[in-house]
């Protein structure tokens, strides 16, 4: 079992919707973060139907929900030849750029000794509306 004071390097990736990809304008709607040592992944996702029916009013937001979830499952190694891979091979898969109205920032990195807790600042300094 790791020390508690063991430091893991670890990458994250802010989780977008675009909906008009030609005008790179987007919302923030979830975190992905990996630690490839630990082949650790998690994501979350907060999909306010009225912060993003105000950025988009013609959204259909059980069909945005829909794609997001897929990042979920990927993640959690949903049965499939993406969801078999390792940890970190999904999470290259999943923030691979692509053109699409569900896009990731580029992943940053940084060095924790706690995953979950750092996870959780991340998520609500990134994601989560400023009250």
Known sequence: MPSTSERHLYEYAVIRFLPRVEREEFINVGLIMMCKRRRWIRVALHCDPAR????????????????LDSFTRIAGGCPGPIGSLEAHERFRWLTAVRSACIQTSRPHPGHTSDLDATFARLFAELILPVS
């Open 52 to 67: 993003i029916s105000a950025f988009c009013p013609a959204v259909e937001i059980d069909s945005l929900r829909s794609q």
